[in-house]
């Protein structure tokens, strides 16, 4: 949900960690970037252990911890777990002494039974994580390396937002999203896709072949529309590569693209073309240009090649 929100809001960024699963979840959709490193039922303790060897694979910028509810859970105390978020900051500046922390802060989980000597003491000691977690990131915070809170608990209501007390379900899934997201975004900047025509093209017995496109954002699949030069049955090319180029031919024009693959194209009935062109739900290639163009067989142009102006684009976030 954070991710695909981000997106929508015009921010692309990349998850690293080393699991794609989604836990308690159903089998994620492929439209979103999947990697991340939350390790479902793991103490605050376990995490640390592990945290130098995650942050060398991954080398965040940026990591969202929550942490220490599972400490509680099992009975390993309010102290015990603030110590180790503790470590997992000290351990995530070890690498990356610049890394901004977003220090989760958890909602009061809900059960039927309040007034029972061992709920309300696990309710106590949530209360208590809550209050030692504002007080680490007030100790931890640094210009260079800030660790900021995000208030999970607001506007959640355990009791409706929970499947059994503790674990979101959808509604609450997505509020958890929201609030995480309100404090994310103002520390990215935006990354827009892009799709620009450069170059001249060439023409054929209908004009220069048209080529346009939708917006290449990550996760989704746009559409290229290959415009007919002929006004009737043909074939031709895409060509695709991820530099341009400017180089004359002998068709009475330029090679626009610096080739990595070619597609065949068949215009059976003078019609136009739309392809469907996947862009994957990876956010490493947010900033990713690549640059296409279109050749077509045209008898009627000056040298039988029709070609398209070459277009670019810039795999990013919806505007």
Not at 22 to 30: F, I, N
Not at 42 to 62: K, N
Not at 121 to 147: C, G, I, Q, R
Not at 297 to 306: M, R, T, W
């Amino acid at each position: 949900m954070l991710w695909l929100d981000l997106v929508d809001d015009g921010l692309c960024i990349d998850y690293v960690g080393s699991l794609v699963d989604t836990g308690l979840d159903e089998v994620p959709e492929d439209d979103f970037d999947p990697q991340h490193e939350g390790h479902g039922g793991w103490t605050a303790d376990e995490l640390a252990g592990s945290i130098i060897g995650w942050t060398t694979a991954a080398d965040p910028d940026i990591v969202l911890l929550l942490a220490g509810a599972n400490d509680i859970i099992q009975g390993d105390g309010v102290a015990n777990a603030v110590f180790d978020v503790g470590l997992m900051i000290d351990g995530l500046r070890m690498l990356n002494p610049e890394v901004t922390v977003l220090l989760g802060r958890y909602f009061t989980p809900y059960t039927p039974f309040p007034d029972d000597p061992l709920f309300a003491a696990v309710l106590a000691e949530f209360a208590a994580l809550d209050d030692e977690l504002l007080l680490l990131a007030a100790t931890k915070t640094a210009p260079s390396s800030p660790v900021i809170t995000v208030d999970l608990g607001a506007g959640f209501d355990a009791e409706f937002d929970t499947f059994d007390g503790v674990h979101p379900n959808a509604v609450g899934e997505q509020k958890i999203a929201d609030a995480w997201r309100a404090v994310l975004s103002p520390l990215l900047a935006p990354t827009p896709a892009g799709a620009t025509s450069y170059g001249a093209g060439v023409p054929g017995i209908h004009g220069v072949p048209v080529l346009t496109s939708e917006l290449p954002v990550v996760g989704a699949t746009p559409t290229l529309t290959i415009g007919n030069a002929t006004g009737g049955a043909t074939t031709g090319y895409l060509l695709f590569g991820f530099a341009p180029a400017s180089v004359p031919k002998g068709w009475g024009g330029e090679l626009l693209v610096t080739p990595f693959g070619v597609v065949d194209l068949v215009f059976p009935d003078g019609d136009d073309l739309v392809l469907p062109v996947p862009v994957p739900a990876e956010g490493a290639f947010c900033g990713l240009a690549a640059y296409f163009q279109v050749v077509e067989f045209d008898a009627g142009a000056v040298a039988g090649v029709a070609a398209s102006a070459g277009l670019e684009w810039v795999l990013g976030a919806a505007r």
